[in-house]
């Protein structure tokens, strides 16, 4: 079923993305963005749109949408459990309080975003796994400390937003999500995020479907499971925060492509990883058309579009009790 399903998700794909590089105010037609893309005659105009504005956008939502969905899947693994992902175990959050207080101190021209956002996140990764690593039960312990974890960094995005007023509305962009700013520079950023910290952990499949096991079986199996863990989770967590640096928190990617991949493809992550990255891509990149097409001026943060469809599927996975599995 995964090569069919891969298939299935590229062309979707490929197909939203020729579909949203036409959609907008400008009125170009489907003709004039193929011939555009083909590089034949156009509009300076036409071709500036298309090349400048909305190809990026659309790439960096595609990418940032694999990562987060790869990165669910990761998350999920190493902790047991289907409803953990970088934004419910507040890594996400980590990352834009790294930006909010580079803001705030007056830091953001000097470290840059992604350093900030970068620092945030592995220190809430590291304080998150301190904190649970000599708990029984650490699986529980490490959703519990990240829930915990979150709230801590939400209220104290709050109350920088309260304290630099002047800062407010830069704050609000990171803990909303927008691909409007999107550029080249960040699309190579997060091309090369995906091949150095995304795409290598696919070879960790095998480790991926033992931390499914309880702790007691994996390392009967001869699995380091605390070792397995962070390797898998470091990378993770810093690929979410490359994509939170330039973009924001964008919520729920990182459960829904997984979830919905798994009962498609089952839980072997050989066969679960590449539909779960492809799913997240497509979901971001569906969610981010909307989001500029919904309103008649302006546009919505991508963050609320992915949390109104991620918040009834989370409620639905708890009253299912689809919480729980290995």
């Known amino acids: 079923m995964k090569k069919p399903l891969v298939a299935i998700l590229i062309a979707a794909s490929l197909l939203l993305a020729l579909v949203a590089l036409t959609l907008g105010p400008s009125g170009i037609t489907v003709g004039e963005t193929v011939h ?6 156009s509009t300076a105009n036409k071709h500036y749109i298309i090349w400048r504005l909305r190809l990026p956008r659309i790439i960096a939502s595609f990418l940032t949408g694999a990562i987060l969905g790869f990165s669910g899947a990761i998350f999920q693994a190493a902790l047991r459990n289907p409803m953990a992902d970088p934004f419910i175990l507040g890594v996400s959050s980590g990352a834009s309080f790294g930006v909010a207080v580079a803001l705030a101190v007056g830091l953001g021209a000097l470290v840059g975003f992604p350093i900030a956002a970068l620092t945030g996140s592995v220190i809430t990764t590291l304080v998150i796994l301190a904190l649970s690593v000599r708990q029984k039960g650490a699986t529980t312990t490490l959703i519990l400390t990240g829930v915990a974890i979150n709230y801590i960094l939400s209220a104290a995005m709050t109350l920088l937003m309260f304290m630099n ?28 995020t995906m091949v150095v910290l995304i795409i290598p952990l696919s070879a960790s499949h095998r480790s991926l479907d033992m931390l499914l096991l309880d702790e007691s079986s994996g ?27 330039y973009f924001g928190v964008i919520g729920f990617i990182g459960l829904m492509a997984p979830h919905v991949s798994r009962l498609i493809v089952g839980p072997k992550h050989q066969r679960l990883l590449a539909p779960s990255a492809l799913f997240g891509g497509f979901l971001l990149l569906l969610s ?32 299912r009790g689809r919480y729980r599995y290995g």
């Open 36 to 41: 555009i893309l083909l590089g034949q005659g």
């Open 219 to 245: 390392r009967a199996a001869g699995l380091s499971v605390g070792s397995v863990r962070l390797m898998v989770l470091l990378p993770a967590s810093i690929a979410t925060a490359v994509c939170v640096s």
């Open 165 to 192: 007023k002047e800062q407010y509305q830069r704050i609000l962009y990171w803990s909303m999500g927008s691909f409007s700013t999107a550029t080249w520079s960040e699309v190579t950023v997060i091309a090369l």
């Open 288 to 319: 981010d058309t909307l989001a500029r097409l919904l309103l008649p001026s302006g546009e919505l943060p991508v963050g609320v579009i992915t949390s109104l469809a991620g918040v009834p599927l989370f409620i639905y996975l708890l009253r």
